[in-house]
């Protein structure tokens, strides 16, 4: 089992739709969870830190379920902009940060 | 612009060379890592230094060699590569501890690696 597994891509959507993804993680020990954006032939940059208590960044939502290993990103609205590779991300105790295989979205007009 | 340099951009190399990878960040982040990269795949962790020690060895091979000289810089020293060592690599920095911020890594834009 992987690490850090995310849901398959890619999502093709609409400008205005709202869509989300999913991300499990295995160890239960793992301590600090994120979404990073990477555009095509750049780096990754963070989008979000994930918290328990659930976090909200404008047209960004994500969510932590510790019982269950799972964080999800949720984005509405949308829009061409948001086209890109999400990478879930899950660091251990230490220094060990995990990224997840990402996941693609292109928002079509 | 990006808080973490890295440099060259690009590097062409032949099996035989000799060359590195430089990284440096100004943040007074203590921990900086070296990821690996390819093509539709997501980074993978080789290397971790905390206060100028090595902290994570990947199991990477010897070929790829890790040097932190201070704080503020890292380097990966390449020798006798093989071309699936082809990538992108990316370094990166985080401010260890509690708060705000911590543990969230701050990339450099890459060097891409060529290796023929």
């Known amino acids: 089992r992987k690490e850090v597994e995310q849901d398959p891509g890619p999502f093709n959507v609409p400008e205005g739709a709202t869509v989300a993804f999913n991300c499990t993680y295995s160890?239960?020990?793992?301590?600090?969870f994120f979404w990073y954006r990477q555009d095509c032939r750049k780096e990754p940059k963070l989008l979000m830190s994930?918290?328990?208590s659930g976090n909200e960044d404008g047209r960004f939502t994500a969510q932590l379920n510790r019982a269950s290993q799972y964080i999800s990103l949720l984005i509405r609205d949308s829009k061409l902009s948001d086209s890109a590779t999400y990478l879930c991300?899950?660091?251990?105790?230490?220094?060990?940060?995990?990224f997840g295989a990402g996941t693609r979205l292109f928002v079509k007009a | 612009d990006t808080e973490v340099t890295q440099t060259p951009k690009h590097l062409v190399m032949g099996m035989t060379n000799k060359k590195s990878l430089k990284c440096e960040q100004h943040?007074?982040?203590?921990?900086m890592y070296w990821y690996k990269q390819k093509a539709k795949k997501p980074p993978e962790l080789m290397f971790v230094?905390?206060?100028?020690?090595?902290?994570i060895n990947e199991s990477v091979p010897s070929r790829f060699s890790p040097e932190c000289p201070n704080s503020s810089l890292l380097n990966l020293h390449l020798h006798a590569l093989q071309p699936e060592d082809s990538a992108l690599y990316l370094c990166?920095?985080?401010?260890?501890?509690?708060?705000?911020?911590?543990?969230?890594?701050?990339f450099g834009a890459g060097s891409r690696l060529t290796v023929l």
């Open positions: 943040m007074g982040h203590r921990a």
């Open positions: 991300v899950v660091k251990g105790g230490g220094f060990k940060t995990i």
């Open positions: 230094y905390s206060y100028e020690k090595l902290s």
């Open positions: 994930v918290y328990s």
């Open positions: 160890n239960s020990a793992s301590q600090s």
């Open positions: 990166a920095s985080s401010q260890e501890g509690a708060g705000s911020g911590a543990n969230v890594l701050t």
